[in-house]
């Protein structure tokens, strides 16, 4: 039973072993809630797009469309949720592989201005039908950097998807910086922000921010968990700063070596 806490009296050592321990324990149950939480809600999340996709490809085998307009938009339906359930496929997928310590990253020199140019036009569709505005701000020169590009991809798809999820109007912001020490990656968003009580635990597996609202708004309490995995592989650091009602900026920190090379593509 992991609500079963130590009377922890003493401030000596055993006294901070008793209170590691309570920190532990409560990290646990916490696990345990959030893991049979998600249970609940991956096969939600799994069988939502297949009802769409099921439902369209259904009406228009059946030939009971009017119009070219309305095929038209169906067949953006059926696509943009099998790409959903792929996302979704791939996390789980990710998401085995890191339980069992088996995520390797293909290193090399990477680009980070196509890498946003890349993940920023996967997501633009879903933005647009969001009305919300995606800016790109690059400040070059931007160094290469040493890192696994397809999963830096994946790190700024589930940032920006995240970020047009909880964002009802407004903009979303990628920037790119980079000092002599450090290139510096950020999203953010005029969304509907983070409590600051749930800041500490939102990268941890399956954790999801209040219950009604995760509903609301589907997903899977992975996203950021990989992100945040992803980016320390890298060697990087992950930092947020949140405001309820105004929005959310997610920062990615990555310190440069010595040998680092200069330059890139403008
Ligand atoms: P989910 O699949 O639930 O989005 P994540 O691991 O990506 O899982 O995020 C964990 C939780 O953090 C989410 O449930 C959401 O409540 C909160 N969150 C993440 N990104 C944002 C954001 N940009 N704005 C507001 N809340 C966010």
Sequence with gaps: NWEARLQVGSQDEIGMLGHSINDLAASLQRYRDTRRAFFSNISHELRTPVTYLQGYA?????GLVDSDKEKEQYLSIIYQ???RLEHLINDLFDLSKMEEGQIKLNMEWMDLKVTIKTAVQKVKLKAENKRLSIQIDIHDPIPLLRG???RMEQVLLNLLENAIRYT???SVLVRLTATKEATILSVSDTGIGIPEKELPYIFERFYRVEKSRAREYG???LGLSLVKKYVEMQGGTVRVASQMGVGTTFILIFTHEKKQRRGGIS
């Excluded at 259904?58 to 059946?62: A, E, G, I, P, S």
């Design 58 to 62: 259904k009406v228009l085998k059946d």
């Design 219 to 221: 997903g899977t309490g």
């Design 148 to 150: 696994d590009q397809k």
């Design 81 to 83: 949720e099998s790409v």
């Design 168 to 170: 009802e109007k407004g």
